[in-house]
Structures are given as C-alpha cells and as structure tokens.
C-alpha cells in the first residue's frame, strides 16, 4: 500500500445551505479528470476544521479524530456498502438509487496506516489521507484515477466553516451554493426524509410555517451573509456561486469555476452524474437547462407571505389583503423578542447559563 503525498493534492471544499444544490455541482464535477469526488454528503472536511481544541492533532489521538467523524457521515458509507445502493433525491418527487462498491473496511485501515506514518496531523494532511484511501478502496469507481487534482468534499453548512476552511486548509479552495431563501424552505418541507436515516428525517419532516418559528429563515440569511463576506476576504479561497445560474447557464458557470480552481474546462462539466451515470428523472428531466423545483408550485400564497415578511417586515406591503400571515409573523417578531429578553436576564442572574438553541441536532449545521 502506498500513501499518498498530501502536499501535492487539494481539497475542495462544496458547501452551502441545506438543499441548495451541492449535491448538483458534485455532479458536474464528477468525470472532470481533475477531481475525485466523494459519493455522499460526507461532511468529512468541514469537520476536521470544526474544533474547539487541537489538542487531537498535537496528540494524533486517533479515538477523538474517529469520535468527530462519527459527526459526519462517514460511518453511512459503511451502510452504503452493506446495501450496495446509495439515495439521491432529485427533485421533492423523484428519489434515484446508484450502485455503490466501496470496500469501507479496507478504506478505513488504509487511512489509519498513512496517518500513523505522518510526524505531524493537520486537517489538511488528514482528510487528504481519508480522501485519498477513499478512492483507492472504490473498486467500482468508473473513471481514471491519474491526473487526479482536487479531492473534493461535500458538507453541511456548519457554523464558521468558511474561515476555519481558510485557516486549516492553506491549499484548498471551497464553492459555496446560493439559492433564494423560499426555494430552500419550499424544497426542505416538500422533500420525503430518506427511511432509515435519522437526520434526514430530523431535517425534511418539517414545514414551512414550522422552519419559520423556529427562526430559520433569519439563520439562513444570517449563514450566507457571513459567507459571502469571507468570499470577499478571500476570493482566491472562496468563491459563491448561484443555484439558479449555474442550472439555467451551466456551461458559463462551470467555465467561471474551472478558472477559479485552475483547471481546464472539460466537456463532462455539463453532465450532472453519479457512479458514471447521469441524473435523469423518469420522466426524463435533467438537472441542467430548468429547475426541477419551483417554490412558487411547492408553497402555498400563506406560506409565500410568511417568508417574505420573515425576510423583512418590508414586505407586510404586499400582502395587505393576507391578515392572517401578517398577524402570524408579528406575534413570532414580538415572541422572539421576549425570548431574548429573557434569556439575557438568564445570563446576568446566573453567567453560567450558556444558550443553546436546539443542541441536540448542533453538530449538523442546519440547527445553528
């Protein structure tokens, strides 16, 4: 077995909000000779750079690195393997199933070999290790594996991703997805959680007048904002790019992103794929050329209206003759600003009452 020479390898880094097109772009990714893309929403590099401590790394403390990957969906690669199939949802009504050949137990000791070779861990060293052994244990893997550039990672919005990426991963390079707030809620709330996965039901079984209680539109908007600011700190780490545009004007999109990572444009950049297959509905839709899911026909004129004023009050506006959405957006404005009140009273009775919003799910980034 050899181990790879990390410092001549990159991570790229594809994240964004919840349903706002990651898993599109790993697609149009994938078949580029440049790249190896992992298969699923692995959350593996997005980790590795979310930590309080680094004492791990000092340490090389092999059961912390595997108690934070247990925090991603590394170990679902393990169950991919026993059903040979992984999920893809397409669309809110179409859900494809790929075949899928990883040996995960060969994968999984190759890794920890290269590492435990290393003098020093980093996050950057670690998840090339982990990327790396990755493609070396996917005997089903249908492209060729020399040219190999970029190991290229999905993750899932965690809080502070975007700085801690440039910090921890000094060659990387990350895309973030942008897509319109009421397509994020509408696509989220209409999508059917996947059976035997529990965060997918935690995410999808929601809806839209439930995600706007609950403060999430404000969080979103809060998530990308702080993005797009660290974008301009580093446009040569970071670069946004819109769902929207790259669905409708893929072959200019994707040339705009080839030049940010310094790669040549390749024709397999206007096919979405998974496992060397493209994406296509059963009725024969393709990812590129329209949207697949339009809020417009996802969301009801209530939940429309709730959005829109949640985003800003600005907005109450245009929905005059909408009483009841107007009534419900001011009762949550005045009850969340009781909550504060009293969680900031909380704090100066008793300091050490830290608040946590929704900790049982923290670790996936949506619940922040």
Same mark, same amino acid.
């Given at each position: 077995m050899s181990c790879i020479k990390h410092e001549s390898s990159m991570i790229l880094l594809i994240d964004g909000l919840g349903t706002s097109g990651k898993a599109v772009l790993r697609g149009l990714l994938e078949g580029h000779p440049n790249f190896f893309v992992t298969p699923n929403h692995d959350m593996i590099v997005d980790c590795l750079c979310s930590f309080e401590s680094d004492d791990w790394l000092k340490y090389k403390d092999i059961l912390e690195l595997r108690s934070m990957l247990s925090n991603t969906y590394y170990y679902q690669l393990e169950w991919f393997t026993y059903r040979k *199939?992984?999920? *893809?949802?397409?669309?809110?009504?179409? =859900?494809?199933?790929?075949?899928?050949? /990883?040996? &995960? *137990?060969?994968?999984? =000791?190759?890794?920890?070999?290269? /590492?435990?070779?290393?003098?020093?861990?980093?996050?950057?060293? +670690?998840?090339?290790?982990?990327?790396?052994?990755?493609?070396? %244990?996917w005997s089903g893997y249908p492209y060729e594996k020399e040219n190999i550039k970029y190991y290229t990672s999905m993750g899932f919005d965690r809080p502070n991703t975007a700085n801690s990426f440039v910090k921890y991963y000094p060659n990387g390079k990350m895309i973030y997805l942008i897509r319109s707030i009421n397509a994020i809620i509408a696509t989220r709330s209409n999508r059917r959680p996947v059976a035997d996965d529990m965060r997918s039901m935690c995410l999808l079984e929601t809806t839209p007048e439930k995600l706007v209680k609950s403060n999430h539109v404000r969080k979103l908007i809060n998530k990308q904002k702080e993005v797009e600011e660290a974008? !301009?700190?580093?446009?040569?780490?970071?670069?946004?790019?819109? &769902?929207?545009?790259?669905?409708?004007?893929?072959? $200019?999109?994707?040339?705009?992103? %080839?030049?940010?990572?310094?790669?040549?444009?390749?024709? %397999?950049?206007?096919?979405?794929?998974?496992?060397? !297959?493209?994406? +296509?509905?059963? $009725?024969?839709?393709? *990812? +590129?050329? !329209?949207?697949?899911?339009?809020?417009?026909? /996802? /969301?009801?004129?209530?939940? !429309?209206?709730?959005?829109?004023?949640?985003i800003s009050l600005k907005n109450c506006r245009k929905y005059t003759n909408n009483f009841f959405a107007i009534f419900f957006i001011i009762f949550l404005r005045i009850k969340r600003v009781w909550l504060k009140l009293r969680v900031n009273l909380a704090k100066m009775i008793a300091p050490e009452i830290k608040e946590s919003l929704n900790n049982k799910w923290k670790r996936d980034g949506f619940f922040d």
């Open positions: *199939y992984l999920d *893809y949802d397409m669309s809110v009504k179409d =859900r494809c199933e790929f075949a899928f050949d /990883l040996d &995960f *137990y060969n994968f999984d =000791r190759m890794w920890m070999e290269c /590492l435990n070779k290393e003098n020093e861990w980093t996050p950057q060293i +670690v998840a090339t290790h982990i990327l790396k052994s990755m493609l070396e %244990s974008a !301009k700190l580093y446009p040569d780490k970071i670069m946004i790019v819109d &769902f929207d545009e790259m669905i409708i004007n893929t072959e $200019s999109t994707m040339k705009n992103i %080839s030049t940010f990572l310094g790669v040549d444009f390749h024709e %397999s950049m206007l096919t979405c794929k998974v496992m060397g !297959k493209e994406m +296509v509905t059963k $009725s024969g839709d393709k *990812y +590129v050329g !329209k949207v697949l899911d339009d809020p417009n026909k /996802l /969301l009801n004129d209530f939940q !429309k209206a709730i959005i829109d004023m949640d």
